[in-house]
């Protein structure tokens, strides 16, 4: 018996072993499933760490929210001009004017307001809450958050196809919804007037023309002296950090300024879907319509299909909330989606870079 025993405890390790190959086998291929979203989640984190920093601070007043316009302007008008015109300014005009990628994203657009608008609208929600609950959807956070993270996710040549949703974003997207938001009044004249303040509000952004004065120096080949351009990138370093930081702030100000107003809890099917069809339809529906207009032969690199699919799972622009207090709309709503899709983003933008890396 003793004999015996020895044997077993001779087969014993051999036969550990190769019950234990198929359980290494399927860590090995889980930790190779997730590899690549890690990857993405180093390069993410810190984005959204500031953002969460921002929060935190505004949150617990050690940023006062009398300072946060300040924060604000300074990244409107200096560091992020700044930024964008060295993207322009280093980026092939022909990415910038892409008719394919202007096509897609104008289309897909479109197809959101009209759809958000559509689905929100019910005896609470009229034309004005209606048509901002559509921008959040349709309007991602291009300029603050967008060209940095996609420039350090898929380098330099993500800045041109960011940069047109950007125009298209600033001046048909939020002209439509602004106007789309005065019907409420039953007024065409109203809307009209509106989607003209609109346009002249574009006109005043710096964001615009600094990427139009980007392209016109990489088509002619100029760019600005030494000194000035050494200032412009000083100003454009700072422009990441800042903006994604103040995204924060404005997230809690908003949140504290809509829970002051409200007399009660606002039903989940007012913001929940809306945040859900900005970082999961929003993005497939760039995804498909791309993929149907390269079957269909058009001109559409996959490249700047890969960029505009992951722009369109970015979560909202902040800015909306400030235009929705603007023009009298549900602030509340608008802070809610906008601080839902930011949160879940860093999950759900993460998980899309994920998918969409084979397609690089």
């Known amino acids: 018996m003793a004999g015996g025993g020895s044997k077993t405890r001779r087969v014993a390790p051999a036969r550990r072993a190769r019950l234990d190959r198929p359980r290494q086998a399927s860590a090995a291929g889980a930790f190779a499933t997730i590899r690549p979203v890690l990857a993405v989640l180093q390069v ?21 929210f009398e ?13 992020l001009p700044c930024l964008l015109y060295r993207f322009g300014a280093n980026t092939p005009i022909a990415q910038m004017l892409d008719p394919a990628g202007l096509v897609l994203w104008l289309a897909c657009a479109l ?8 689905f929100s609208m019910n005896a609470r929600i009229r034309w004005n809450d209606a048509s901002f609950g559509a921008l959040v959807a349709a309007f991602p956070n291009t300029g603050f958050m967008g060209v ?6 898929l380098g330099p040549r993500a800045a041109g196809p960011a940069i047109l949703t950007i125009l298209i974003d600033l001046v048909v997207t939020s002209s439509l919804c602004i106007a789309l938001s005065r019907l409420d009044s039953a007024d065409e004249h109203g809307a009209a007037q509106a989607a003209k303040k609109a346009l002249q509000g574009v006109a005043l952004n710096p964001m615009p023309w600094a990427i139009l004065l980007g392209g016109l120096a990489s088509a002619i080949g100029r760019k600005p002296i030494a000194p000035v351009m050494n200032t412009i990138g000083l100003l454009a370093d700072a422009a ?28 989940a099917r007012d913001f929940v879907p809306v945040a859900l069809a900005k970082l999961l339809l929003h993005p497939l529906l760039v995804w498909c319509a791309g993929t149907a207009m390269r079957a269909a032969g058009m001109p559409l690199d996959p490249f700047a299909l890969t960029v505009m699919v992951l722009v369109a799972a970015l979560p909202s622009a902040s800015n909306v909330s400030l235009l929705a207090e603007r023009f009298g709309a549900d602030t509340g709503r ?3 989606i906008i601080l839902l899709t930011t949160a879940a983003a860093f999950l759900t933008f993460s998980a899309a870079v994920a998918l969409l890396e084979p397609a690089r």
């Open 44 to 64: 993410t984190f810190p984005f959204f760490a500031l953002v969460l920093a921002g929060y935190i601070a505004a949150r617990r007043r050690m940023l006062p």
């Open 67 to 79: 300072a946060i316009g300040g924060l604000n302007s300074f990244v409107l008008y200096f560091a």
């Open 111 to 118: 197809l959101m307001v009209a759809g958000t608008v559509k």
């Open 148 to 153: 940095p993270l996609l420039v350090a996710l």
């Open 240 to 267: 990441s950090p800042v903006a994604l930081f103040t995204i924060g702030a404005v997230l809690a100000r908003s949140q504290a300024v809509a829970a002051a107003g409200e007399h009660g809890p606002m039903p």
């Open 334 to 336: 608008i802070a809610r």
